[in-house]
C-alpha cells in the first residue's frame, strides 16, 4: 500500500505525534539520509507489484523534495541497529472523509514481522484521535490483506481503482 503512482504526498495536522516506538521499531519523519531508500520503496518492481508499478522520475523528483519532515509519513527504523525498513503514512480525510493507512516496506525486510509491528502501532496511535482508520490493497495482495486482518481492521468492501480489484479495510475506535 502506498501513495498512488502520480500523487504527491498529502500533508496531515500538524497535531499528529512525530515519533512513535515499538519493542523493535522507531517511527519518525522521514530524514535527508532516508531518501535513497524510500525512492527505492518507489521504484522497486517487487514493492510496487500491487500499488501500480514504478513511480515515474518527475514524480519522485517532487516526492523526495515534498516527503523529508512531513507530517504522516513515518521512516520504519529498526531500532538495534538503524536500519531504514520502510514507510508507514497516515493522511486525514484521505478516503471518504476517513484517515487512511498506507505502507510499503522493503522485500529484504518482509516476513519478520516488521510492517506488523510498525502498522499495528500507527492504527492504535491514530485511532487515539479519529473514529476510525482505512487502508486499501489490491484483491490480489493477499499477505497486505493477512497483515491489515491482524491488526484489526475488517473487511469493509471491493471496488475497482487503478485498473486493479482493490478491497478496503475499516477498523473503528473501540
Known amino acids: 500500500m502506498a501513495i498512488p503512482p502520480h500523487s504527491a504526498p498529502a500533508p496531515v495536522p500538524a497535531a499528529?505525534?512525530?515519533t512513535l516506538g515499538?519493542?523493535?521499531?522507531?517511527?519518525?519523519p522521514v530524514?535527508?539520509?532516508?531518501?535513497?531508500?524510500?525512492?527505492?520503496?518507489?521504484?522497486?518492481?517487487?514493492v510496487r507489484r500491487h500499488l501500480g508499478g514504478p513511480v515515474i522520475e518527475s514524480v519522485?523528483?517532487?516526492?523526495?523534495?515534498?516527503?523529508?519532515?512531513?507530517?504522516?509519513?513515518?521512516?520504519?527504523i529498526r531500532a538495534e541497529d538503524g536500519v531504514f525498513l520502510g514507510?508507514?503514512?497516515?493522511?486525514?480525510?484521505?478516503?471518504?472523509?476517513?484517515?487512511e493507512l498506507?505502507?510499503?516496506?522493503?522485500?529484504?525486510?518482509?516476513?519478520?514481522?516488521?510492517?506488523r509491528e510498525a502498522v499495528g502501532a500507527v492504527v492504535a496511535r491514530t485511532l487515539e484521535g479519529t473514529p476510525s482508520v482505512v487502508a486499501v490493497t489490491q484483491e490480489a495482495n493477499h499477505r497486505s490483506r493477512r497483515l491489515l486482518e491482524a491488526v484489526g481492521l475488517e473487511y469493509a468492501e471491493s471496488f475497482?481503482?487503478?485498473?486493479?480489484?482493490?478491497?478496503?479495510?475499516?477498523?473503528?475506535?473501540?
Open 60 to 76: 519522485i523528483r517532487i516526492r523526495r523534495r515534498r516527503i523529508v519532515g512531513a507530517p504522516g509519513f513515518h521512516a520504519v
Open 102 to 115: 498506507s505502507y510499503q516496506f522493503l522485500p529484504e525486510h518482509w516476513g519478520r514481522g516488521y510492517a
Open 16 to 18: 499528529a505525534p512525530e
Open 31 to 46: 530524514r535527508d539520509s532516508d531518501l535513497d531508500a524510500v525512492t527505492r520503496l518507489w521504484t522497486d518492481p517487487e
Open 160 to 174: 475497482v481503482e487503478w485498473d486493479a480489484h482493490q478491497v478496503l479495510y475499516r477498523r473503528h475506535r473501540a
Open 22 to 28: 515499538t519493542g523493535r521499531l522507531l517511527l519518525r
Open 87 to 99: 514507510l508507514v503514512t497516515v493522511e486525514p480525510g484521505a478516503r471518504g472523509g476517513e484517515t
